[in-house]
């Protein structure tokens, strides 16, 4: 039981080039979520999704997509990746919604946009 | 929509002390309020959590307690330790759509032996 998985760790880019963060989990939870974290802002939901094939927006997704094809993956898309992107990005799961059982989060993955 | 504050942003205390981190919200319907705790280059990690029909939840030496009227929240760590030094958000779970978490600014708590 790995929990919630993400890869890259860490991944730099240059300004205009798209790429994929990816984000598993193996407990069969419904809830999934991509927050972005910068100094002094906390965490800021991106979008997130309640079942497969069922995504929704949160309070800062422009610039990035999602999909659920599955109830494992929900993988996060920068579409043309521009500087105030530089942030570390988290997904979570939790077991249904609305998320009241605890959010398991994934160890982040630091992106650096130049 | 929802909006979380959170205050202070620092906080230093003397090992042995305790701490305390408050937080206010303006959704009134919100009805659930967890508190995670980041460690430097780590996750967060959920320490503990309140629902709405709860005015005050301990475990061990943190507690959370809930006014709903005043909508704040806050959370109480006693006999702090060393090892109670990260940055501790609390958060909000907002009724509009399917229910989202809106977390505050963070508080960085250090504890100094």
């Known amino acids: 039981n790995a929990g919630v998985t993400q890869t890259p760790k860490f991944q730099v880019l240059k300004t205009g080039q798209s790429m994929t963060l990816q984000c598993a989990q193996d407990?069969?939870?419904?809830?999934m979520s991509w927050y972005r974290q910068d100094p002094g802002m906390g965490l800021r939901l991106i979008h997130y999704?309640?079942?497969?094939?069922?995504?929704d927006q949160g309070e800062v997704p422009n610039g990035y997509n999602v999909s659920r094809s599955t109830t494992e993956d929900f993988p996060l898309r920068l579409l043309s990746a521009a500087p105030s992107q530089t942030s570390v990005y988290f997904c979570?799961?939790?077991?249904?919604?609305?998320?009241?059982?605890?959010?398991?989060f994934g160890d982040g993955t630091r992106l650096s946009i130049l | 929509g929802e909006n979380v504050e959170q205050h202070p942003s620092t906080l230093s205390v003397q090992e042995g002390d305790s701490a305390v981190i408050k937080c206010t919200y303006s959704?009134?319907?919100?009805?659930?309020f967890p508190w995670y705790k980041q460690e430097l280059g780590k996750r967060p990690q959920l320490i503990i959590d309140i629902r709405s029909n709860v005015g005050e939840k301990k475990d061990q030496r943190i507690a959370v307690t809930l006014n709903k009227t005043a909508k704040h929240f806050s959370l109480h760590i006693t006999e702090t330790q060393p090892e109670d030094s990260a940055v501790y958000f609390c958060a909000a779970l907002t009724t509009d759509s399917w229910g989202k978490l809106q977390f505050g600014a963070g508080t960085q708590v250090v504890v100094t032996p």
């Open positions: 999704s309640v079942g497969a094939g069922i995504t």
């Open positions: 959704d009134s319907a919100s009805n659930y």
């Open positions: 979570a799961s939790s077991y249904s919604w609305p998320p009241h059982q605890p959010q398991h």
């Open positions: 407990m069969n939870h419904e809830y």
